[in-house]
Structure formats: C-alpha cells, structure tokens
C-alpha cells in the first residue's frame, strides 16, 4: 500500500487484496446459489456464506494504516491536505459509480437524491442501493466519515494513550445499547452506520499503537500465525449461525457487540500477518501487491461483472459435473473483474491519485500513482 506519507508495507496490500477477494467470493456464491439466505447450521463456509466480513477487514485495515502513519509524524498531520488526499483516493471512482447508479434509477429520480453522494449508507432510497451493480458503494460515506474526524482523534490518542480509544469505544458501546432499544432494524443500523461501525475503525488505530513497533521487528511465528487465522475462521462460524446479517431478524441483541468482536478479531489477524517472520512465494506476493494496489477499483466493480456474467453466461454445461462448471465460471468471473479493476485504476483513479501530496512532516516518499496516503 504505497503513500506519499509512510514506508510501503506490501503485506498491507496483501490484506487489502484479501479483504477484496473476500467479498468478491461472498457476493458470487449469493448471485448464484445462496440468494442472501441465511444457513442453518455450522459448516466451515462462513467466510464464504458470510463473506461480508471483508468490509470490516477493509475498516480495521484502514484504521491500522492511518494510525502507523500518524504515528510516525508522531501525530503532525496536515488536515486539509490530508482531506484533499482522501477526496483524490475516494471520489473520483466513487463519483463514476454515483453516475452510474443514478442513471439505473433514472425513472424514480428526485432532486434530492443528489445529497447521496454524502450520504450512500442511509435512507432507503439511495440510488448505489438501488440494484446490486452499485450496492457495494454504501462502505464509502461511513469511510469518509472517518477520515473527517481520524487527524483529531489520532492526535488525541497519542498524547493521552491507548486508554483513549477505549474509552471512545466505552462510549460508543453506551449509544449501541440505546440504539438497539431504539431502532426496529437495528442489525441494519449497526452494519451500516458510523454507530456500528466506529470502533472497528478505532481497534486498527489501536492495533497500531499498541503492537506497531513489535510488528516491525516480524518476530511471529507461522504458528501464532496460523492460531490468529483460525480464532478468526471460528469467530466467522458462530456469526454465520447466531449472528448473521442474511438473518431474516431485524433486531438481534448480539449486534450490539457483534462488530467489535470481529473487529478485535481481524485486528489480531492483520497484526499477526504483518509481524510474521515468513513470506508469501514471490509471485503470489507480486499477485497480491498488484491486487492491494486496484482494490479499490476491485471492490467496486466486482457486482458488475457477477451481475453480467450471472445473467450472459449463467453456468454452463461444460463439463457434465455441476460442480466444474461452477469453478470454472467462478474463475472466469475472477478473472475478468481482475482485469476491468486493473483498467478501471489506470483510467480513473490512477491520474488523480499523482495529484496527491505529503500531509505529514518529514514523510517517506513512494512512487507516483501509490495506493494509500
């Protein structure tokens, strides 16, 4: 994840990658077999089934990176040059897709549809919410939303200490509770909201803070490794069974904790990986910077290619076995949405993303065209 601001650290890349291919693979299994329906029982599948965990991997990601970045300017951040860099990463794409999405829902249009474009994860007339194509593009308000207020807290928690995220999340817990009793869809209000949402962004900052400098070193072994993926895996199984967002409940008590947990979840997942001692093998970790770097643009254009792969090319008999047809469709699904993301990043987002700017004193340059800062 190259920035203007901080070293490049390729397995940031490699998460971000992840967290894409994890919703990529949980929006397609839905499109063609599961039809957002929850399951019944534990089957091992929930980071699949249930894949839309990779947006909380996205946030936690996001909070980590920032805070390492903060950390490093020892909490000297530039602000409005820090928002101009977030609209030039964000926007440019994001305005496609808003386009895009109002012209899906040209003939239920109103005027103030356009506020929208600041507010895509809440109402219920949002145009990206309008058709799947554009659905994925509700992540984007709660994001930004972050980046308004993260110089502020980042700066906050460095002067006073990790107690001071806790106590944000302390706080933020007082509002879920309220939120629940308040809310009739309330699982919908925690998965979508800045209120659900917040903490997630607070326990990457925290990860960084607390674990950053150990990370450095990359003293973990593939064991601990390995034991931080699998907690996450089973964390994965118990939501897919008793809370999970495809259930048909709109109120469930445990997503008032729920978010947090995944989060502290991820976090030790994201820490773990960054601080391992081995490697990736090189063309798979080349594979995995490159996927890192167009993640953004994987991210939202993925629903596209599943929509006109489900609806062009179905899955076919190719081979007689059902489950072949579907791996290769699978496949070629990947495939193509890999290579409009590659030619949507070097098309919309990559020119502006050379106009960004150092926000931090004395920041490591990377090369033009970089990912994150």
Same mark, same amino acid.
């Given at each position: 994840m190259r920035s203007n601001n901080l070293q490049y650290v390729p397995r940031l890349d490699h /998460?971000?990658?992840?967290?894409?291919?994890? =919703?990529?693979? *949980?929006?397609?299994?839905?499109?063609?077999?599961?039809?957002?329906?929850?399951?019944?029982?534990?089957?091992?599948?929930? /980071?699949?089934?249930?894949?839309?965990?990779? =947006?909380?991997? *996205?946030?936690?990601?996001?909070?980590?990176?920032?805070?390492?970045?903060?950390?490093?300017s020892g909490g000297a951040i530039d602000y409005a040059s820090f928002i101009r860099n977030r609209a030039l990463r964000i926007f440019p794409l994001f305005t496609f897709i808003f386009m895009v999405a109002l012209s899906l829902q040209r003939d239920k249009f109103e005027p103030d549809h356009l506020l929208y474009f600041f507010a895509t994860n809440l109402g219920l007339t949002a145009p990206t919410s309008g058709h799947f194509v554009t659905g994925a593009a509700w992540t984007i308000s709660v994001e930004f939303c972050f980046y308004l207020v993260f110089p502020f807290v980042a700066r906050f928690a460095i002067e006073q200490g990790p107690w001071y995220s806790l106590r944000l999340i302390v706080l933020l817990m007082v509002f879920k509770v309220a939120g629940y009793a308040v809310s009739e869809r309330s699982n919908l209000m925690f998965y979508s909201t800045l209120l659900g949402r917040f903490d997630q962004f607070l326990l990457g900052m925290l990860a960084a803070q607390l674990f950053g400098a150990a990370v450095a070193r990359r003293q973990v072994p593939s064991g601990l490794l390995l034991l931080a993926v699998g907690a996450m895996l089973v964390l994965l199984e118990v939501q897919a069974r008793w809370a999970s967002f495809l259930s048909q409940a709109p109120k469930n008590p445990a997503w008032i904790f729920w978010p947090t947990i995944e989060a502290v979840g991820w976090s030790l997942v994201v820490v773990a990986y960054l601080g391992w001692r081995g490697d990736l093998p090189r063309r798979l970790g080349a594979l995995f910077e490159r996927g890192g770097e167009i993640s953004f643009s994987l991210y939202l254009w993925h629903a596209v290619v599943i929509f006109l792969v489900e609806r062009l090319v179905g899955i076919p008999a190719l081979s007689g076995v059902r489950t072949v047809d579907a791996l290769?469709?699978?496949?070629?699904?990947?495939?193509?949405?890999?290579?409009?993301?590659?030619?949507?990043?070097?098309?919309?987002?990559?020119?502006?993303?050379r106009l960004r700017r150092q926000y931090t004193p004395g920041a490591a340059s990377s090369a033009p065209g970089d990912r994150a800062g």
């Amino acid at each position: 994840m190259r920035s203007n601001n901080l070293q490049y650290v390729p397995r940031l890349d490699h /998460l971000r990658f992840a967290a894409a291919a994890i =919703v990529f693979v *949980f929006h397609w299994y839905h499109h063609f077999f599961g039809h957002w329906q929850q399951g019944s029982a534990i089957r091992g599948v929930a /980071l699949i089934t249930d894949g839309y965990t990779g =947006v909380s991997l *996205f946030f936690v990601l996001s909070g980590y990176l920032f805070m390492s970045i903060a950390l490093a300017s020892g909490g000297a951040i530039d602000y409005a040059s820090f928002i101009r860099n977030r609209a030039l990463r964000i926007f440019p794409l994001f305005t496609f897709i808003f386009m895009v999405a109002l012209s899906l829902q040209r003939d239920k249009f109103e005027p103030d549809h356009l506020l929208y474009f600041f507010a895509t994860n809440l109402g219920l007339t949002a145009p990206t919410s309008g058709h799947f194509v554009t659905g994925a593009a509700w992540t984007i308000s709660v994001e930004f939303c972050f980046y308004l207020v993260f110089p502020f807290v980042a700066r906050f928690a460095i002067e006073q200490g990790p107690w001071y995220s806790l106590r944000l999340i302390v706080l933020l817990m007082v509002f879920k509770v309220a939120g629940y009793a308040v809310s009739e869809r309330s699982n919908l209000m925690f998965y979508s909201t800045l209120l659900g949402r917040f903490d997630q962004f607070l326990l990457g900052m925290l990860a960084a803070q607390l674990f950053g400098a150990a990370v450095a070193r990359r003293q973990v072994p593939s064991g601990l490794l390995l034991l931080a993926v699998g907690a996450m895996l089973v964390l994965l199984e118990v939501q897919a069974r008793w809370a999970s967002f495809l259930s048909q409940a709109p109120k469930n008590p445990a997503w008032i904790f729920w978010p947090t947990i995944e989060a502290v979840g991820w976090s030790l997942v994201v820490v773990a990986y960054l601080g391992w001692r081995g490697d990736l093998p090189r063309r798979l970790g080349a594979l995995f910077e490159r996927g890192g770097e167009i993640s953004f643009s994987l991210y939202l254009w993925h629903a596209v290619v599943i929509f006109l792969v489900e609806r062009l090319v179905g899955i076919p008999a190719l081979s007689g076995v059902r489950t072949v047809d579907a791996l290769l469709v699978f496949l070629f699904t990947a495939g193509l949405t890999y290579g409009v993301s590659q030619l949507s990043y070097r098309t919309i987002e990559q020119p502006f993303l050379r106009l960004r700017r150092q926000y931090t004193p004395g920041a490591a340059s990377s090369a033009p065209g970089d990912r994150a800062g």
